[in-house]
């Protein structure tokens, strides 16, 4: 029986995805989110320290990110991002102020390795094969234990991709979660991997543009209401409490719990969650990018990980940033500066700048909390999880928090 009213816990993109495919199959839907904002990890806000609206994070889809497409395109909001005509990525190596460029070749078949003015410099062809054993990775296994960690292709390459997907240093990862992503990336061709940014800010693609849809669906999201607690009957939810407010729920309603780990753990103890995280840095000078600097650029051998640039500012993230977490924001900020002085070509003082430290940005992609995300069903018919942290086969990442919400929909309101 399809439940008449269905309860979203968190408006993150999990939260947001739940939401907008069930109100799209006719359910009637209430978000109920704690802070006074929609977006939880991905969103926009006015920074008074910049005088512009700013992401929490620099965030990178991908062309193959097919939930996250889908997702767009039921709000509308697909052409928010942009992406260039093929997937090329721009890096320079700050050790030796080498710059190059991988070109890859939309087809599944990467003829472009082939080519050694497409592929990473001082690379060799076998080492681009030794990415197949990822594939076939051992379940439990850590990256280390799979392929070699070193070598021009590893530390040009694979190490940056691996870091900013897994958000954990690679050697340690989850060679299960690597091979997803290789497999939805590398494997799948470049029409798989154009990189795709909200250069108009994440709100505006991800998030606005479904809070619309919700509520031209007819349904609500309240605001400052954070589950406290729920209550539970012998197979079933029987109540949400916010403190102020509960509310009881019919035999046929339910409810989709899309808040972070630790707050879905405290809501429903017997749970098993993700337990370790890792920070993510991002680093923003306000300043107009040169002419002509490409829109994203990996960085190797540098604090700097990525380089975005984007309308008025120029934007650094730094993943499995925990090491970070002690030095001074000043401090970071002066030393982030001299890398992105040197990667954009500018002379002059350091331009206005924030740091943002997202100290718990997504769970550590370890084969041991990998070992503990739960699935999207429970032990209660009407609880079902959502969230970048529940098995979702993907590390932490906008398509799988969003296709997290899709599986919940579809186990609430199967098409
Ligand atoms: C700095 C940074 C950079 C990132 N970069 C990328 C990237 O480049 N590419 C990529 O794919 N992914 C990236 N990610 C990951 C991506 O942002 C997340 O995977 C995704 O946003 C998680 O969505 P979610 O809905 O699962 O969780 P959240 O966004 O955490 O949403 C959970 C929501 O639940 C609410 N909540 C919590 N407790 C309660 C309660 N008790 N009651 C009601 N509401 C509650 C929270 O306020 C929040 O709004 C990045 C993340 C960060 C932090």
Sequence with gaps: MTPRQIHIVGAGLAGLSAAVQLASRGSSVTVHEATNQAGGRCRSYYDSTLGMEIDNGNHLALSGNKAALAY???IGARAGLTAPPSASFPFIDLATGERWTVRANDGIVPWWILDPARRVPGTRLREYFTLAKLLRARAGATIGETISCSGPLYAR????LLMSALNTEPRSGSATLAAAIIRETLAAGGRNYRPLIAYNGLSNVFIAPALRYIADHGGAVNYGRRLRQLAFGADRVTALDFGDVSIPLTPSDAVVLAAPPAAAKSLVPELTTPTESRAIVNAHFRVVPPEGLAPMIGVVNGMTQWL???PGRLSVTISAADDLLDLSREDLAR???????VIAGLAGAMPAWQIVRERRATFAALPRQEAKRPGAGTAWKNLVLAGDWTRTGLP??????IRSGAKAAEILAPL
């Design 335 to 341: 030393r982030i500066w001299s890398e992105v002085a």
């Design 72 to 74: 767009l395109d039921i």
């Design 157 to 160: 390459l694979i190490e940056p």
């Design 308 to 310: 975005f640039a984007f």
């Design 396 to 401: 932490a990442t906008i398509e799988g928090a």
